[in-house]
T-cell receptor, first 115, second 112 residues
C-alpha cells in the first residue's frame, strides 16, 4: 500500500495549457505539502495544508492553486503553464507534533515538462 | 536568509566512510534532518537531530552538529553501492508547521 501517492507520474504539455496533479495519503496525517524540485535538484516548499486549511503559502504565482477537499487529499492546479514550470512536483504529508517538526513522507513525484 | 548549503557531489569507494557536509544560516533552527532520495523516488527520512544535541548515532550513520558554526555532517560508515543517492540536509525553524528548508542535495556516488 503506497502511503503518499501522486498522479500522474509524468506529464508533458504545451505552454498555455492548464493541468492538475493529484495527491492522496493514507497515513491519517493532518498536514500535506507541495514541494517543487527544479532541474538542479533544489527543493522548495510551495504550499501546506493542515486539516484542509492553508497554513503555508510561499511566494508562488497565482497560476498555482492548491485545493484540499479533505485532509487525505491535496491537489495542485496550474493555469497557463510556462516553460519555467517544468520541474518535479512532490507531495508530502506529516503528522506534525508541536515539539518536533515531524517527519515528512514524500510521494514519488510528478515530473512536469512544459514544451 | 533561508540558505542551507551543501556540496553537490561526493565520490567514494565501497567500504570507505562518506562524510556529507551542510551549513545553515538560521540559529533558531530547532531540528535538522538528513533525507535520502534514490533515483526516480521521493525523499525518505534517514535521521534527525535536535539542535541541543552534538551527536547522534544510528547504526552506520553518525550525525554531528556544531551549532556555533552552524555546521551539520552525516557520516556513513562502510559505504555500500546501495547508498548511492542524493542526500538532502534540511532544517526546521518552527515546530508547529512542519515547514522544512532543504539544501540542494549532495549526490553520493559509490564505486565498487
Amino acid at each position: 500500500d503506497t502511503a503518499v501517492s501522486q498522479t500522474p507520474k509524468y506529464l508533458v504539455t504545451q505552454m498555455g495549457n492548464d493541468k492538475s496533479i493529484k495527491c492522496e495519503q493514507n497515513l491519517g496525517h493532518d498536514t500535506m505539502y507541495w514541494y517543487k524540485q527544479d532541474s538542479k535538484k533544489f527543493l522548495k516548499i510551495m504550499f501546506s495544508y493542515n486539516n484542509k486549511e492553508l497554513i503555508i503559502n510561499e511566494t508562488v504565482p497565482n497560476r498555482f492553486s492548491p485545493k484540499s477537499p479533505d485532509k487525505a487529499h491535496l491537489n495542485l492546479h496550474i493555469n497557463s503553464l510556462e516553460l519555467g514550470d517544468s520541474a518535479v512536483y512532490f507531495c508530502a504529508s506529516s503528522q506534525v507534533v508541536r515539539t518536533y517538526g515531524g517527519e515528512l513522507f514524500f510521494g514519488e513525484g510528478s515530473r512536469l515538462t512544459v514544451l | 536568509g533561508e540558505d542551507v548549503e551543501q556540496s553537490l557531489f561526493l565520490s567514494v569507494r565501497e567500504g570507505d566512510s562518506s562524510v556529507i557536509n551542510c551549513t545553515y544560516t538560521d540559529s533558531s533552527s530547532t531540528y535538522l534532518y538528513w533525507y535520502k532520495q534514490e533515483p526516480g523516488a521521493g525523499l525518505q527520512l534517514l535521521t534527525y537531530i535536535f539542535s541541543n544535541m552534538d551527536m547522534k548515532q544510528d547504526q552506520r550513520l553518525t550525525v554531528l552538529l556544531n551549532k556555533k558554526d552552524k555546521h551539520l555532517s552525516l557520516r556513513i560508515a562502510d559505504t555500500q553501492t546501495g547508498d548511492s543517492a542524493i542526500y538532502f540536509c534540511a532544517e526546521s525553524r518552527t515546530s508547529n508547521t512542519g515547514k522544512l528548508i532543504f539544501g540542494q542535495g549532495t549526490t553520493l556516488q559509490v564505486k565498487p
